[in-house]
């Protein structure tokens, strides 16, 4: 089971991004994916997750309203589309799988997801 984060960069404050979560072995039918960033210094927290039928997501306060988070699940992939970007934004940005028994459950709890990748820098700075 792989999970592959891209789309990480260097930009400036308002700019937008927008990372990737590439899975390959598994489908990610039953899996709720989510997205954490860790910055330097700092613990691993938690940013937003979507529901493995695609209907309920959440997200963390420091991103809601800025941040959205969608899946292709016939492409295997969960980006995270990064808007009005903050310095404070800026980190190590991994995806994780969380296999779950219910459509529309979706959880912010770190030690609840099963897989991980890697991850990719988002740096934000003038």
């Known amino acids: 089971v792989q999970l592959q984060a891209s789309g990480g960069g260097l930009v400036q404050p308002g700019d937008s991004l927008r990372l990737t979560c590439a899975t390959s072995?598994?489908?990610?039918?039953?899996?709720?994916i989510g997205w954490f960033r860790q910055a330097p210094g700092k613990e691993r927290e938690f940013v937003a997750a979507?529901?493995?039928?695609?209907?309920?997501?959440i997200y963390a306060v420091s991103v809601k309203g800025r941040f959205t988070i969608s899946r292709d699940n016939a492409k295997n992939t969960v980006d995270l589309q990064m808007n009005s970007l903050k310095p404070e934004d800026t980190a190590m940005y991994y995806c994780a799988a969380d296999l779950v028994g219910h459509p529309q459950v979706a959880r912010r709890v770190l030690g609840e997801y099963d897989y991980w990748g890697q991850g990719t820098q988002v740096t934000v700075s003038s």
């Open positions: 979507i529901a493995w039928g695609g209907d309920y997501t």
């Open positions: 072995g598994i489908t990610l039918d039953y899996y709720a």
